[in-house]
């Protein structure tokens, strides 16, 4: 069992710098694929970032070059870089955990994460 929660989110202006954290206890965190999805009322849960074990970065087309995803396998954290901010970015951030052992995953794929934080919000007023 791996127990997940997520800080930082908040209201902020358009343009904006926000970071992100979602903390991580319970097995072995060096050995977890890492992942950031947003969520808004009535839409699916949409991949924002994700970090391999070996820290290989990903990024959706939306966010790449505004975002930074990071991790810190000594204090179990990993975070979110959050650069000009937009409306749009608008969301309840949740942090999820692969724990599985296969070689690659479809890390857009929501299905893929086996443990979920209760997230946090992030609201970016124009």
């Known amino acids: 069992q791996v127990q997940l929660v997520e800080s930082g989110g908040r209201l902020v202006l358009a343009g904006d710098s926000l970071r992100l954290s979602c903390a991580a206890s319970g097995g072995t965190f060096s050995t977890y694929f890492m992942a950031w999805f947003r969520q808004v009322p009535g839409k699916e849960r949409e991949f924002v970032s994700g970090i391999s074990q070996r820290s290989t970065t990903y990024y959706a087309a939306s966010v790449k070059g505004r975002f930074t995803i990071s991790r810190d396998n000594v204090k179990n954290t990993v975070s979110l870089q959050m650069n000009s901010l937009k409306p749009e970015d608008t969301a309840e951030y949740y942090c999820?955990?692969?724990?599985?052992?296969?070689?690659?995953?479809?890390?857009?794929?929501?299905?893929?994460?086996?443990?979920w934080g209760p997230g946090t919000q992030v609201t970016v007023a124009s």
């Open positions: 999820g955990v692969y724990v599985g052992r296969a070689a690659s995953i479809l890390y857009g794929q929501r299905n893929e994460y086996n443990y």
